[in-house]
Structure formats: C-alpha cells, structure tokens
C-alpha cells in the first residue's frame, strides 16, 4: 500500500484542508444546490467568455440574492471561478455536473447516507445501523431494498451497479477461464450478473441466492429476459447459520457480497461454500478492497463507503483491508490461488480452492 504512510502537508495546506471538513456538510449541500438549481449548467453553457450574476437569477426565475450566495461558495468550494465579474466553470464544477461515477456518488451520499450520517457516532457505539431509520424500519437495508422510497432506492441501486456493472465483463473471463457447469450467485440481487453469465455461455445452470425480497425483483428480470428454465431460485437469509446452501455447483461467485458482513458471518458464509462446493470447484470473490487501489482517491471512496455500512447498511461491516479479509478466506478453509486487480474500476477477484 502505497499510500497513507506519510503527512506531507505544510501547515497552511493543513489548516486548509481542516476549514474543508468542518465546513464539508455546507460544501455539499451548496454544491447540490448549484448542480439541481441549474446555476452550475449555465455557468458551464456560458464557455470561456462566462456569466454575470444579473444574467443568471432571471433565466431561473430566483432571487439575487438566493444565487449570489450560492456562486459566491462555488467560488470558495472551486466549481466556479470570476474575472471581470464573470463566472466561469472549473475543471472540479465540470467533473460534478458531467462525470457519471461522481454523480453516482454525490446521489447516494445525499439521498441514502446524508439525514443517517448524522448518528455515525451513536452507531460507533452501539455496533448498530443508528441511521438506517431515517430511511425506513428494517433490520438491516437489505430488507428494505425492494420497498425503499425514492429517490433513496434509486440512487442505492444506481451506486451498487455503477461499481459492479463496470467489472463484470472482466469478471465474466476469469469466471469462464474454468469452465464452470453450475455456478451459485450468492446475494445475486436483481438478477444482473446471472443474466450475463447465461448470455456468456448456452450451457451453464444459475441458481441465485438472496433475500426473498430480492429474488423477487431477480426473477421478474430473468423472466423476462427468456432465461426462465436455467435459472434456479434459493431463497436464504444467510445469517442464519442453519441454512445451509444447495450442494452440486462447480463455481460460486460471490460480488459486492462479503461486504455485507462482520468477519465472523464471513467466516460461517464461506464455510458454508466449503460444506457445498465440489470437491474441485472454486470459489470467486469479486471485492472492492481499499488498499489494493491504483490511485488514493479510489481508496478513499471505499473507506467512506465503509461508513454506510456502519450507518446505515447493517453497522458492522465494511469495505475491507485485503489483508485482514484474507484472512478470514484462510480461516474457512480456503486457499487464494489468484487475486487479480484492476478489474473495473476498483474491483479485485479473488479465486479461491479449497486447502
Ligand atoms: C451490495 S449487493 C450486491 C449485489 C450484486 N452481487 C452486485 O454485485 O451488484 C448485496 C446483496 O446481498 C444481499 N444480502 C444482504 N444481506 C443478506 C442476507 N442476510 N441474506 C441473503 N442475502 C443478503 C442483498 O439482498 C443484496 O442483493
């Protein structure tokens, strides 16, 4: 790990960066603010020659006042820059209005974590999802996931498919390197990867494992994707230990899944792998882990993404450090054979066989 070994600041960048966090709920909200309102676009639209505030406000229909203090923050945030008493756009207030992986972002900060976040200490201290309540009485949002109100459902599904979407065709290859007959999906969710994987080869079986609510969603897709015969449904609440999983599959893949989970219930769910894979099968995990990160701000995405897990998820399971998850791999009877990283835009696959 390359990164995180060294305080390089000065001071004054030190102190900066200290004003950027005790102000950062403001930064966002007013970033929000320009983005939804459409300042920032006409900003944007305005090109080189830039804006003036009195030609703003009128095409909006809003105060003076209401825009003036918003481009007045975007020019401490750095989305906005002023000359001659025009605004014109910077290359950050570009990235927030057009790039995909940060609107991903910024949605499900606002509409899943924002209103949660402010019991993160609470949820520190009692090991649970104190923030979860803010978007509905579950358990866990696993349970919530097919009823969650919008715009929290949307922008859940659209941050969870963004990262795995991007990686499944990498995936897919190393998956198929083996020739697998019949692969567990294990916290398969709407169906999305099985659909790849019987797309991706005429002849292999699926059978998906997830919450009810899930499957649900899982096998209306699959439904109507024609895949109904080669499709196999289990539904498991899998931390309950006594479920055990459906024995016969050469492969089980397991993606943006192991996450969910304290060390202990990954430990018992790949047990469990062990208890019902073939003796020769592997199993395949596909993790975001933060220290395995090309470049710091991909390890600092996941480790906020952590605390949804701590927040708002289940409060005790996170994006992990590959070297306390592995482990636990050890530990249930697994042997990695293979890590390979780079697998989309944050993803490590790690491929797994039985000691
Ligand atoms: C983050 S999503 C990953 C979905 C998919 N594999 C992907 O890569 O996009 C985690 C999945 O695990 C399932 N899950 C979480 N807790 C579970 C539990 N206790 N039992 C069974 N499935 C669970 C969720 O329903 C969800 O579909």
Redesign the pocket.
Known sequence: MKFFKEDTKTAFEAISQAQQIAFAPIVFQATKALRDLGILKLVEDSGFEGVLLEDVFPKLNLSEYGVRVLLEAGLGIGLVIKNNNKYTITKTGNFILNDKMTRVNFDFTNDVCYEGMFTLTDSIKQGKPTGLKALGNWP?V?EG?STMKQPAQNSWFSF??YY?DGSFDSALKQLFKRKPKHILDI???TG??TMKCLQYDDEVKMTI???PQ?LGMAKENIDKANFTDRVNYFP????DESHRFPKGADAIWM???LD?FNEDEIVSILKRCHEALDENGYVYIMETFWDRQKFEPGAFSLQMTSLYFTNIANGNSQMYDSNVFNKLIEKAGFTVIEQIDNIGISHTVQVCKKK
């Open positions: 866990t696993y996931l969870d498919h795995s916290g398969g969710n999305k990867f494992l997830d919450l899930q498991i609440n899998i931390l993606s943006q899944f969910c």
